[in-house]
């Protein structure tokens, strides 16, 4: 199996900056692609980013140029590193990889962007 940890997220002002952080685990844990989704209250969960094994990036249009995705292989571990948040950012954020055919998530963890 794969175990996906979340951390970092909480409530920030409008402005702000957050860094989430997922600790991957786990004997079928491939160390490919991994993503960052997020899926705000009565919304579906989307893609904010991606990064494949090799360190190429894709992100959501709404976030580009303020939000960065990277990772340490050896650590196995994926940040997002979230700058400028605005209010429309507010969701769980899941970390997301796949691995032999199957999808893996993370448990979530709440961005709240509020004054």
């Known amino acids: 199996q794969v175990q996906l940890v979340e951390s970092g997220g909480g409530l920030v002002q409008p402005g702000g900056s957050l860094r989430l952080s997922c600790a991957a685990s786990?004997?079928?844990?491939?160390?490919?692609?991994m993503a960052w989704y997020r899926q705000a209250p009565g919304k579906q969960r989307d893609l904010v980013a991606i990064i494949t094994r090799g360190g190429s990036t894709n992100y959501a249009d709404s976030v580009e140029g303020r939000f960065t995705i990277s990772r340490d292989n050896a650590k196995n571990t994926v940040w997002l590193q979230m700058n400028s948040l605005k209010p429309e950012v507010t969701a769980i954020y899941y970390c997301y990889t796949g691995a032999f055919g199957n999808d893996y998530w993370g448990q979530g963890t709440q961005v709240t962007v509020s004054s």
């Open positions: 786990g004997s079928r844990f491939s160390g490919g692609a």
